[in-house]
């Protein structure tokens, strides 16, 4: 993808408060905006209500200018321009509007109109809003562009890795694709270089980490709280849940899924006549049959899985056919690329793009699928007014890309054969299992690291390999302990996005609430979740479930039953 593509964009959403031909270069260009705003008179219910329109267009213009930056920085590390921008906007744009966001907040709470909007309307709206106002601290702007410089020297250092390994210079992610070979020697080595060099760059990591922990502890301690996780659960606005729902769930994976894990791996290690798995037995089929390869190009790739999309619902196959001709998927892995994929929302235009590091695996088909989910969540919410609530609590975004996964899983013999079909459903099911366990390692092990003020590089990796023992029992790491003592560093989450992993488990568990709805009755199913998209964020987390035909729960009592689904799921696919 050109990122002259995303200037080329339709605009189908006019303005009304901005002058129309006004391109966004840097805050001097919106700051008499935002001055027009601070001096707005708000004292009756429909100057307030249309106050709250005009920001709500200025803001989506100032968030599509960070988010055209991001892209174009991680679609290309290499590029200097792209960084210079990213780092403009992270040292010198973003600290100047979060002062003058805060006064505009308080200006609405302070609007003596604010009594008379609908209280049904303007609820998560207006708690959001004060939630905003009571965390904010100016010192803590200054932390933050240092945390963003940080978390952006991450994505370089990552973006930068790559691996010699048969003959030829390869991405981590490229790498990956060894571990689907049948030859055990081959995966061990793959696996064993892939791990080596990012090794190298183990001691660099671990020191950024450093540095980002005692940041974020000094922004908890600014706000006022005694650790950053009580301080970055307000902050996510996670008004529904606590800690201990957190750790509830936490003891569901002990009791519950551990036990479905093992059966999974005790099955996969008589198949392959194996005492224990090795980090290298846990992709390879267990049968002995060559890696499964969906597409040989990425066109291929979005073929089917358009084919798919319009499978599950026309009109968000629809949607899909609109974001490959306007060119807004970026799915090819090339060296210098960001790692990871994302979806994010071009708020002005009202336009999702996908990115992501497709490399010709069936995980690829799974990520173009989630990622499908969310950009379905941005089209079925875009034409609601107010910026706030056209994106959603991510627990909840989380629901939208993977129920998608779920219901375009009949579908696969878009990709597959009728003799390959079967495998790819049981990777599938099986991977679902396997990865509620580490929404709980990442979880928990976040935890400990934010309520342990002042803890040392050490004591952090004890409490590493305490918590990813206790959640990944099942595959033995014996004499490969310098790995396993690194492995938290390829989770890009603890770095730029703190104590954003539960919500997967959350959301998984809701994804199969639809997904089992969908066996039952498909088409109310489909109906039920694409009403409860195009909600957007205008409800509270409970009633965005409920609408989905889901309950928000994620104690043992909703675990169970769901895993238990999936067992059954499995057990057709033997």
Not at 198 to 219: C, F, G, P, S, W
Request: charged share 30%; net charge neutral; aromatic share 12%.
């Amino acid at each position: 993808m050109s990122t002259d593509t995303l200037e080329k964009l339709p605009r189908e959403f006019s303005r009304k408060f901005m002058p129309a031909n006004l391109e966004i270069k840097g805050f001097a260009d919106i700051e008499p905006l935002l001055q027009q705003l601070l001096k707005a008179d708000l004292s009756t219910q429909a100057a307030l209500e249309q106050w709250l329109l005009d920001t709500s267009e200025l803001f989506a213009a100032i968030d599509e200018f960070g988010s055209r930056v991001f892209i174009r920085n991680t679609v290309d590390t290499t590029n200097p321009e792209y960084k210079k921008a990213f780092l403009d906007f992270v040292e010198n744009f973003d600290p100047k509007l979060k002062p003058v966001a805060t006064e505009l907040n308080k200006k609405f709470k302070a609007s003596p109109a604010r009594e008379k909007l609908n209280l049904e309307r303007y609820k998560v709206f207006t708690r959001s809003v004060l939630n905003r106002i009571e965390l904010y601290r100016d010192e803590n702007v200054k932390l933050e562009i240092d945390e963003s410089k940080l978390e952006h020297e991450y994505d370089e250092i990552m973006g930068a890795t790559t691996v010699n390994f048969d003959g030829k210079e390869q991405t981590p992610q490229a790498m990956a694709k060894y571990q689907l070979e049948t030859s055990r020697d081959l995966r061990e080595k793959a696996w064993r270089a892939t791990a080596e060099r990012r090794l190298a760059d183990a001691d660099k990591v671990n020191a950024l980490y450093e540095k980002l922990v005692r940041l974020r502890e000094k922004k908890a301690a600014n706000a006022g709280f005694a650790n950053f996780r009580d301080y970055q659960f307000k902050r996510r606005e996670r008004f529904e849940y606590t800690p201990a729902d957190c750790e509830a769930y936490h003891d569901a994976v002990d009791k519950v899924v551990i036990p479905a894990v093992k059966r999974i791996h005790k099955r996969r290690a008589e198949h392959l006549k194996l005492a224990a798995l090795r980090p290298w037995d846990t992709s390879v089929d267990p049968d002995g049959a060559p890696p499964l390869k969906p597409f040989d190009d990425v066109e291929k790739l979005k073929e089917g899985c358009a084919k798919i999309f319009h499978k599950v619902d026309e009109e968000l196959g629809g949607y899909f056919d609109k974001m490959r001709s306007q060119g807004l998927l970026d799915l090819a892995n090339r060296k210098g690329k960001a790692p990871g994929g994302y979806q994010s929302t071009l708020s002005e235009v009202r336009l999702p793009f996908i990115f992501m590091n497709a490399v010709g695996v069936d995980g690829d088909v799974q990520t173009l699928l989630h990622e499908g989910g969310h950009a379905f969540h941005a089209w079925l919410s875009r034409k609601e007014p107010l910026l706030e609530y056209r994106g959603a609590p991510i627990e909840f975004c989380e629901v939208a890309s993977m129920s998608m996964e779920l219901l375009g899983n009949p579908y696969l013999g878009e990709f597959y054969p009728q003799a390959e079909l079967k495998r790819a459903r049981r990777d599938f099911y099986e991977g679902i299992l396997e990865y509620l366990p580490w929404f709980a390692t990442i979880d928990a092990y976040q935890q400990w690291v934010y309520t342990h003020n002042g803890h040392g590089t050490d004591e952090r990796i004890k409490a590493w390999l305490d918590v990813f023992r206790r959640f990944n029992p099942t595959v033995d790491f014996s004499g490969l302990e310098k790995f396993e003592r690194v492995r938290w560093q390829q989770q890009g989450h603890l770095f730029g996005a703190p104590f954003y992993y539960i919500e997967y488990a959350i959301a998984q568990l809701g994804a199969l609430q639809v997904w089992l709805n969908a066996r039952k009755d498909r088409p109310k199913a489909i109906s039920q979740y694409k009403f409860a998209l195009s909600l957007g964020g205008s409800k509270p987390l409970p009633e965005l479930f409920k609408a989905a035909g889901a309950k928000f729960d994620f104690s043992a009592n909703t675990v169970k039953p769901l895993v238990e689904a999936v067992e059954a799921e499995l057990a057709t696919l033997e």
